[in-house]
T-cell receptor, first 114, second 109 residues
Framework: DSGVTQTPKHLITATGQRVTLRCSPRSGDLSVYWYQQSLDQGLQFLIQYYNGEERAKGNILERFSAQQFPDLHSELNLSSLELGDSALYFC?????????????FGPGTRLTVL | EDQVTQSPEALRLQEGESSSLNCSYTVSGLRGLFWYRQDPGKGPEFLFTLYSAGEEKEKERLKATLTKKESFLHITAPKPEDSATYLCAARYNFNKFYFGSGTKLNVKP
């Protein structure tokens, strides 16, 4: 158990809908990262937050947004969902904003868009 | 574009048969090279971080090494429980992370 929690575990929704994925980092970790893992694309870095502020952006679509709250939990919002958004979404946390500390991954949320 | 490439895509070994996994990366702007293990349906589990050419790190049957353009994950006398997908990731300037597509390792008893 990495100490990172993600909810829900599974999510099934329809095209055009909007969903919110939630992540609680390990106790004491200030950085949260979001990743998308699909069969054809592998693990893709989406975005990083550090202590409430956006720190780095990867291949995140404009339909997707994220935020980190004062209690350090983070939410990833996915809107106007398409079939291709079906994937495993992972959250990871680390103690600082840099890569000196390894990232600890949560169990993931499996999103299915029908 | 920054890129991380892993080979082979899949590797089948007999228990006790040592081998190496390869990860090649774009050199410019590298800030760290990471190895993770991922079991089916689970999040990646951190193994090692390497920062400079010549650096080596070991953990049980695994040893990670870094050269100027490649990293290797050496597996010595593997056991069936080492079966997993091994992911290599690179961090570049501005905290951008790129993962390779992984090597799926299957160790037969």
């Amino acid at each position: 158990d990495s100490g990172v929690t993600q909810t829900p575990k599974h999510l099934i929704t329809a095209t055009g809908q909007r969903v919110t994925l939630r992540c609680s980092p390990r106790s004491g970790d200030l950085s949260v990262y979001w990743y998308q893992q699909s069969l054809d694309q592998g693990l893709q870095f989406l975005i990083q937050y550090y202590n409430g502020e956006e720190r780095a952006k990867g291949n995140i679509l404009e339909r997707f947004s994220a935020q980190q709250f004062p209690d350090l939990h983070s939410e990833l919002n996915l809107s106007s969902l398409e079939l291709g958004d079906s994937a495993l979404y992972f959250c990871a946390s680390s103690a600082t904003s840099g890569s000196a500390n390894e990232q600890f991954f949560g169990p993931g949320t499996r999103l299915t868009v029908l | 574009e920054d890129q991380v490439t892993q080979s082979p895509e899949a590797l089948r070994l007999q228990e006790g048969e040592s081998s190496s996994l390869n990860c090649s990366y774009t050199v410019s702007g590298l800030r760290g090279l990471f190895w993770y293990r991922q079991d089916p349906g689970k999040g990646p589990e951190f193994l090692f971080t390497l920062y400079s050419a010549g650096e080596e790190k070991e953990k049980e049957r695994l040893k990670a090494t870094l050269t100027k353009k490649e990293s290797f994950l050496h597996i010595t006398a593997p056991k069936p429980e080492d079966s997993a997908t091994y992911l290599c990731a690179a961090r570049y300037n501005f905290n951008k992370f790129y993962f390779g597509s992984g090597t799926k390792l299957n160790v037969k008893p």
